[in-house]
């Protein structure tokens, strides 16, 4: 079988949870061939509570890995993480136009869990207006979606649900809201909206603080499924069981954080459990 293409556009999580690893990782387990464009390079600082220091790729360097994947190769699928800066943003936008890319998951990251900063806060803006309405799916957390609404953090799955009208209005063809950790429910709620349905998603919550990476993975893998042919709402429904169980296999790196661990779906499949 020829085995579909995927493109991630994202920053390198040097301790190798989320970002670019994550979703390489993901790829490899959702068999699909996974590509990238690095877009920064995150470190975290161990003589300083794992703050985070973000390394940007210079603008030609990025023009280069996108010339050689989209251009060089063909995608079957793409996904964007963490961005940096409006200038970066703005060449994702002309490229999906140019080549008229599908299968377009927009991750719209703008914090790292654990960090209280918003990561490059001026490129909230041209996230919700230049990516978002060209988003196949866009998959904001609390947070972002607060932001990209502009209604605030949604606290409830009912403003969950005002936010996904907000951001649909933009312009992307499903939005899905991540309730996770965050919202207060006994359940894992995502909210589902396609500008008619509402569909809330309720996974298994598990009681773990490690859950780093945990979205770049959630969106890896709904970029992976679409790839494969599957619709939206049959991608994201396979993501969601994957991440699930890579939450519940989640361990600790060390005394700041702890990742999802990728190949726990595909363990349990084989084993049939
Ligand atoms: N403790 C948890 N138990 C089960 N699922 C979770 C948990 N935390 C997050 N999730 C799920 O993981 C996916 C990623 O969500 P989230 O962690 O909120 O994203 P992000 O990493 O972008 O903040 C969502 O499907 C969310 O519901
Ligand atoms: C490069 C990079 N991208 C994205 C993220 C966001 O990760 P998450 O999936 O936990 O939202 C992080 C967090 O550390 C990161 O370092
Ligand atoms: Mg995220």
Redesign the pocket.
């Known amino acids: 079988m020829i085995m579909k293409k995927v493109l991630t556009i994202a920053g390198s999580d040097t301790s190798g949870g989320?970002g670019i690893q994550a979703d390489l990782k993901t790829f490899q387990e959702r068999e699909v061939y996974g590509m990238t464009a690095l877009t920064t390079i995150v470190t975290m600082d161990p003589k300083n509570t794992w703050s985070h220091n973000v390394f940007p790729i210079d603008i030609n360097t990025l023009k280069a890995q996108l010339s050689t994947t989209v251009e060089g190769i063909g995608i079957d699928a793409m996904k964007t993480g963490m961005l940096g800066s409006v200038e970066i943003i703005n060449l994702v936008a002309e490229t999906i136009d140019k080549y008229n890319l599908k299968n377009i998951v927009i991750?719209p990251?703008m914090?790292c869990?654990g960090e209280d900063e918003v990561l490059h806060p001026e490129t909230a803006e041209s996230l919700r207006d230049t990516l978002t309405p060209r988003a196949t799916v866009v998959?904001?957390?609390?947070?972002?979606a607060g932001q990209i609404s502009g209604l605030g953090t949604p606290t409830t799955v009912e403003e969950m649900k005002a936010a996904a009208e907000k951001i649909h209005a933009l312009g992307p063809q499903y939005v899905?809201i991540?309730?996770?950790?965050?919202?207060q429910h006994d359940?894992?709620?995502?909210v589902l909206y396609d500008g008619k349905t509402f569909d809330v998603?309720e996974?298994?919550?598990?009681?773990?603080p490690y859950?780093?990476?945990?979205?770049?993975?959630?969106?890896a893998a709904i970029t992976a499924e679409l790839a494969k042919g599957k619709d939206v709402k049959e991608a994201i429904l396979t993501?969601?069981e994957f991440?699930?169980e890579a939450?519940?296999d989640s361990f600790q790196l060390n005394e700041y954080i702890g990742p999802?661990k990728h190949s726990a779906y595909r363990s349990k499949e084989k084993q049939n459990v």
């Open positions: 989320a991750d990251v914090v869990k998959t904001p957390n609390l947070f972002e899905l991540k309730g996770g950790g965050k919202l359940k894992a709620v995502d998603l996974g298994e919550r598990i009681d773990t859950t780093h990476g945990a979205g770049c993975t959630y969106s993501a969601k991440i699930t939450i519940r999802t």
